[in-house]
T-cell receptor, first 113, second 114 residues
């Protein structure tokens, strides 16, 4: 167990819908990262938050947004869903002083039908 | 920005043989190089890491080497076992707290044939 909690584990929805993925980082970690992994693909960086503030954006679509709350949990909102958004979405957190050392959650498998 | 290249994309070895995965990076400011292992359907997990002030690090059957001059680093797995079968990702980081600075390679799918 990495200490990073993601919910839900699975999500099935229809095109055009909106979903919210939730992540709680490890106790004490201020940084939260979101990654998208399509079938047999690598880890595509979406966005990073640090102590409530957005710090970096990757290949995140305008239909996607995220935020980190005062208690440090984070939510990734995906709207106007398309078939191509079906993927495994990972959240990760990193400890202070070692920002490249990521602890991943178990992921949310999103299926858009 | 940083560019991390990883080779090969797939690798098959016989059980008991060694496996080597190589990565190169472009940003000389990178100073932390972690390796992640992702088993099928599971989360990526850190298996070993190395900092730029160290040339080699070992942990049982796995080792990582770093050549700062050439900007490349490698993962070595000896005496491979079927449970080593997974996708391995290398990464490079500049170590700046609070800013995204972790760049992943594209992954290597390792298959260990019993």
């Amino acid at each position: 167990d990495s200490g990073v909690t993601q919910t839900p584990k699975h999500l099935i929805t229809a095109t055009g819908q909106r979903v919210t993925l939730r992540c709680s980082p490890r106790s004490g970690d201020l940084s939260v990262y979101w990654y998208q992994q399509s079938l047999d693909q690598g880890l595509q960086f979406l966005i990073q938050y640090y102590n409530g503030e957005e710090r970096a954006k990757g290949n995140i679509l305008e239909r996607f947004s995220a935020q980190q709350f005062p208690d440090l949990h984070s939510e990734l909102n995906l709207s106007s869903l398309e078939l191509g958004d079906s993927a495994l979405y990972f959240c990760a957190s990193s400890p202070e002083g070692v920002p490249g050392k990521l602890f991943f959650g178990s992921g949310t498998q999103l299926s858009v039908l | 920005g940083e560019n991390v290249e990883q080779h090969p994309s797939t690798l098959s070895v016989q059980e008991g043989d060694s496996a080597v995965i190589k990565c190169t990076y472009s940003d000389s400011a990178s100073n932390y190089f972690p390796w992640y292992k992702q088993e099928l359907g599971k989360r990526p997990q850190l298996i070993i890491d190395i900092r730029s002030n160290v040339g080699e690090k070992k942990d049982q059957r796995i080792a990582v080497t770093l050549n700062k001059t050439a900007k490349h680093f490698s993962l070595h797995i000896t005496e491979t076992q079927p449970e080593d079968s997974a996708v391995y990702f290398c990464a490079a980081s500049t170590g700046e707290t609070g800013a995204n600075n972790l760049f992943f390679g594209t992954g290597t799918r390792l298959t260990v044939i019993p």
